[in-house]
């Protein structure tokens, strides 16, 4: 175990074996850290964190000689708010936030200047990439993977497997760098399984993109849309509208905030 003096640990804090704190890192009470982690300069950790074992955190980003949306400059520390759960073999940039009891699976990579709010579901396996935003209760499922520059708003539901893309040049012309546009998704949106959503596009709120589609066009709030490429196949139903679930109701009445 290496742990620098100037880093700040609750004395409630579990630490397993071989783990790295560097210099002025601070972990709140009852935490659990696993073995082998590394946290590194500066990462702010909340109380009632856990995290797995071989997790990395705070990394800074290596830009790639190639690379069109990594940014030089020096980043924020990373920021784990209180609750969050944080898998096995994970990798959390520097510059990064995670609102309270954000659930982080195995092998996940969150990479900087990300935003999630609380209580947001990354599955196992799902990468999120520089410069997105996601909101609250949203839920990410296995592999997904979340371009750059894409932004999620709360309630978001984005199955197994769904691709996000934000370059239409495809690696293409130095005009592509001025162009770059993740995807949009508005509260309450939802995706099925394997779909893929084209560079720059919106999809509405409480719209629906089937499993397997691959969206070419902006996708309206409250409808369904299917296929390769993806058309209009219906209205999604009223019972199944964000606003009609029990949760959201609840939360609603107790004033929970973006209810």
Known sequence: ????????IHSTVVIG?????????????????G????????TQIGENVIVGDQTVLGKAPSKAAMSAVTVDKTFAPLQIKSGCVIGALCVLYCGTVLADQVFVGDLASIREEVSIGQRTIIGKGATVENRTAIGARCKIETNAYITAISRIE???????????????????????????????LKRGARIGANATVLPGLTIGEDALLAAGSV???????????LGVPARYFGDVPEAQWLRNQTFFIEK??????GC
């Open 1 to 8: 175990m290496s742990v620098s003096k100037n880093a700040s």
């Open 17 to 33: 074996e071989g783990v790295v704190i560097e210099e002025g890192a601070t972990i709140g009470e009852n935490c659990r850290i």
């Open 35 to 42: 073995h082998h982690v590394v946290i590194h300069r500066g």
């Open 154 to 184: 709360d309630d978001c539901f984005i199955a197994p497997e769904v691709t996000f893309t934000n370059d239409n040049f495809l690696g293409r012309t130095e005009e592509r760098k001025k162009r770059f546009r993740g995807v949009t």
């Open 215 to 225: 969206l070419t066009k902006d996708l309206p709030p409250g409808k369904i849309f």
């Open 252 to 257: 609603a009445k107790e004033g929970d905030e």
